[in-house]
């Protein structure tokens, strides 16, 4: 199925199973399961002239909102694979998406549903920028690796190669292990990914062609990066983008070089009033600018350090700390681990409260080596608790979640 025949489909969906809901003027709920059904009822969603609801985990009851899955498709129109094919007919972003009134639902990793809007306009401001960025044409092919039902996905593996015209296929590791040699092409001008398939992406390196490797979602972390850096076939770029739904992209830094510096996408401005941090962005529509939960280090020439969000810093025996500094030295204490720190305020603790880590991987050598490493990198309280997981409990974005189940625990001194 190409692009012109995938909105043929959805505006027969329309037309068939949506009468009365457009007639009545109603939300469209979109709950697919599958990555095929993701992209009609995506395309259904483009061509709704009100308001659409993404809900990617189907978290979402809404009494007031047409709910439409692939129940309600008929089998005629679903796409017969996750994979859509560029033709010289395909319909131009803004045929009627300018005005396109898009709710993101999202818990993060835990909570209830949050809904975030955005515009058509905005969308189109962060696309026109990206395509300009990657430089993918009608003759190109995409690879997804993530469902196109969050921002990123939706941006990345859906708006982009529909503006570009470009191929997208799509993989879904729901069913099971896939194999890289069984994909379609063995070229692909980009593969859009998260953290946690980094795994399949050494697999595809080994064996298909990549031009742009992108990573969101999650930090793509230190111990990926130098082994992205030591592979024998390597992309011949990695971006690693750094953004949130309510923000959309604010920058992107080469994952194939040392630099730890984000530059600003093309359109975004950041800056500092008031002793906060903005953002200035089209991608914001109708919004002009945005407070950021984000704390970024400004360098000069639109280039930010990324210091983590600004309600990960804790203040610890009357010192201001972030607990990324804390993740950045444990990490470096476990061989480039993966490493998840939290700090609990406690009154009951002459310096405010204590600190909680985990450390992907076996216990590794003893407190007092720990810490000599540790004091090396960092002015930071060691953490108080330790835990070692074998393998942290990530969700489909790569974001590790409540950690939970088996570990091996190490206390230290309490409070010392």
Same mark, same amino acid.
Not at 271 to 293: C, N
């Given at each position: 199925?190409?692009?012109?025949?995938?909105?043929?489909?959805?505006?027969?969906?329309?037309?068939?199973?949506?009468?009365?809901?457009?007639?009545?003027?109603? +939300?469209?709920?979109?709950?697919? !399961?599958?990555?095929?059904?993701?992209?009609?009822?995506?395309?259904?969603?483009?061509?709704?002239? @009100?308001? #659409?609801?993404?809900?990617?985990?189907?978290?979402?009851?809404?009494?007031?909102?047409?709910?439409?899955?692939?129940?309600?498709?008929?089998?005629?129109?679903?796409?017969?694979?996750?994979?859509?094919?560029?033709?010289?007919?395909?319909?131009?972003?803004?045929?009627?998406?300018?005005?396109?009134?898009?709710?993101?639902?999202?818990?993060?990793?835990?909570?209830?549903?949050?809904?975030?809007?955005?515009?058509?306009?905005?969308?189109?401001?962060? #696309?026109?920028?990206?395509?300009? !960025?990657?430089?993918?044409?009608?003759?190109?092919?995409?690879?997804?690796?993530?469902?196109?039902?969050?921002?990123?996905?939706?941006?990345?593996?859906?708006?982009? +190669?529909?503006?570009?015209?470009?191929?997208?296929?799509?993989?879904?590791?729901?069913?099971?292990?896939?194999?890289?040699?069984?994909?379609?092409?063995?070229?692909?001008?980009?593969?859009?990914?998260?953290?946690?398939?980094?795994? @399949?992406?050494?697999?595809?390196? $080994?064996?298909?062609?990549?031009?742009?490797?992108?990573?969101?979602?999650?930090?793509?972390?230190?111990?990926?990066?130098?082994?992205?850096? $030591?592979?024998?076939?390597?992309?011949?770029?990695?971006?690693?983008?750094?953004?949130?739904?309510?923000?959309?992209?604010?920058?992107?830094?080469?994952?194939?070089?040392?630099?730890?510096? @984000?530059?600003?996408?093309?359109?975004?401005?950041?800056?500092?009033?008031?002793?906060?941090?903005? #953002?200035?962005?089209?991608?914001?529509?109708?919004? /002009?600018?945005?407070?950021? $939960?984000?704390?970024?280090?400004?360098?000069?020439?639109?280039?930010?350090?990324?210091?983590?969000?600004?309600?990960?810093?804790?203040?610890?025996?009357?010192?201001?700390?972030?607990?990324?500094?804390?993740?950045?030295?444990?990490?470096?204490?476990?061989?480039?681990?993966?490493?998840?720190?939290?700090?609990?305020?406690?009154? $009951?603790?002459?310096?405010?409260?204590?600190?909680?880590?985990?450390?992907?991987?076996?216990?590794?050598?003893?407190?007092?080596?720990?810490?000599?490493?540790?004091?090396?990198? /960092?002015?930071?309280?060691?953490?108080?608790?330790?835990?070692?997981?074998?393998?942290?409990?990530?969700?489909?974005?790569?974001? #590790?979640?409540?950690?939970?189940?088996?570990?091996?625990?190490?206390?230290?001194?309490? @409070?010392?």
């Amino acid at each position: 199925m190409n692009w012109t025949q995938l909105f043929e489909c959805a505006e027969q969906m329309i037309d068939e199973v949506l009468v009365e809901a457009r007639a009545q003027r109603q +939300p469209l709920l979109l709950q697919p !399961l599958t990555r095929s059904g993701s992209l009609l009822l995506l395309a259904v969603g483009c061509l709704w002239p @009100f308001e #659409v609801i993404l809900d990617e985990k189907n978290l979402l009851q809404d009494e007031d909102a047409f709910r439409l899955d692939e129940s309600k498709i008929p089998s005629r129109l679903l796409p017969a694979a996750a994979w859509i094919q560029s033709d010289a007919e395909a319909p131009r972003l803004g045929f009627r998406l300018e005005d396109w009134q898009l709710t993101l639902c999202t818990s993060g990793s835990t909570g209830e549903p949050k809904r975030i809007r955005k515009s058509g306009a905005g969308l189109l401001a962060e #696309v026109h920028d990206l395509a300009e !960025l990657y430089q993918w044409t009608a003759q190109d092919a995409v690879l997804s690796l993530v469902s196109p039902l969050h921002i990123y996905g939706l941006l990345h593996s859906f708006l982009l +190669p529909l503006y570009t015209r470009s191929t997208v296929e799509f993989v879904s590791f729901q069913e099971g292990p896939v194999d890289p040699a069984c994909i379609q092409h063995q070229s692909y001008a980009g593969v859009i990914g998260v953290p946690a398939t980094w795994s @399949f992406v050494k697999d595809l390196l $080994a064996c298909k062609s990549l031009g742009t490797l992108v990573m969101s979602g999650a930090p793509f972390g230190e111990s990926r990066r130098r082994e992205l850096q $030591a592979l024998p076939q390597k992309p011949q770029r990695a971006w690693e983008i750094l953004g949130s739904t309510e923000t959309g992209g604010l920058g992107f830094r080469s994952l194939l070089q040392r630099d730890d510096s @984000f530059r600003c996408l093309k359109s975004v401005r950041i800056f500092e009033r008031d002793g906060r941090q903005w #953002v200035e962005s089209p991608y914001l529509q109708p919004e /002009t600018v945005w407070e950021l $939960a984000d704390r970024l280090e400004l360098q000069a020439d639109g280039r930010f350090l990324h210091q983590g969000r600004s309600d990960r810093i804790f203040k610890y025996a009357g010192q201001r700390y972030a607990l990324m500094e804390v993740e950045k030295s444990l990490s470096l204490c476990f061989q480039n681990a993966e490493t998840l720190v939290r700090f609990h305020n406690d009154d $009951a603790v002459a310096q405010g409260g204590w600190l909680e880590a985990w450390v992907e991987g076996e216990a590794g050598p003893a407190d007092a080596a720990i810490r000599q490493s540790y004091r090396q990198s /960092t002015r930071a309280p060691f953490p108080h608790v330790l835990h070692f997981m074998p393998r942290f409990p990530r969700d489909a974005q790569g974001k #590790v979640q409540v950690c939970t189940g088996p570990m091996q625990e190490r206390t230290n001194s309490p @409070f010392p």
